[in-house]
């Protein structure tokens, strides 16, 4: 069965901390998104990672992809409130790349 | 700007009364999709269209329905709401794009209300 898992899937911080959010996933697949969702909005799309080593910063969030260990991280530098939000991972699915399978999501609470 | 818009942005209807959701972009993108989302999970994918060709996924309860009349409007039509189909409800479009990605842009939802 196709997997995507992230965790932690709950994660509180204060501000100005590092933290690391991980998602793994069984496919093949070397592509992989990140989307970000505030409370009762809609997703929004961070970043598209697409082959093997590839790292995307935008401003204190910093995505990688490791193809051959099938995992993602999502790196947070110097937390803000305003990050607060949750994070999905998805994959492409191998048989249909314009259909995504979706990690469960990690709800990430800053407090100042 | 470009974007995914999705009407009404709320909706309320009583249980058994058909509803229809809407959604139209300007990004000209060949894909569009349905996903139901309730609170605290990931978005499920209801249906799809890639170019005209319609996919439904294999647990979408047969009482929901959609249709797309162009490439700019794609609909969900429910037609019967029981107390479990509310949630939000999201369309999202996508093309391919470098290296063959499909990146998912989202319309802002529907959040609907079965009573």
């Known amino acids: 069965e196709l997997k995507v898992e992230q965790n932690p899937l709950f994660l509180s911080m204060q501000e100005g901390k590092n933290y690391t959010i991980y998602c793994n996933y069984s496919t093949t697949s070397d592509r992989l998104y990140w989307y970000r969702q505030d409370p009762g909005k809609s997703l929004e799309s961070l970043f598209v990672l697409l082959s093997n080593g590839a790292v995307k910063q935008e401003g204190r969030l910093m995505a990688s992809l490791d193809t051959k260990a099938r995992l993602s991280t999502l790196h947070i530098t110097a937390a803000v409130h305003d990050l607060s939000a949750t994070y999905f991972c998805?994959?492409?699915?191998?048989?249909?790349?314009?259909?995504?399978?979706w990690g469960a999501g990690t709800k990430l609470i800053i407090k100042p | 700007d470009a974007m995914v818009i999705q009407n009404p942005r709320y909706q309320v209807t009583q249980f058994g009364k058909p509803v229809t959701l809407s959604c139209s972009q300007t990004l000209n993108h060949n894909v569009m999709y349905w996903y139901q989302q309730k609170s605290s999970q990931a978005p499920k994918l209801l249906f799809h269209y890639y170019d005209k060709d319609f996919n439904n996924e294999a647990d979408t309860p047969d009482n929901f329905q959609s249709r797309r009349p162009n490439t700019s409007f794609c609909f969900l039509d429910i037609r019967s709401p029981g107390l479990g189909d509310a949630a939000m409800y999201l369309c999202a479009t996508s093309r391919p794009g470098l290296a063959g990605a499909y990146e998912q842009y989202f319309g802002p939802g529907t959040r609907l209300t079965v009573t």
């Open positions: 998805a994959v492409d699915k191998v048989d249909s790349n314009y259909q995504l399978i």
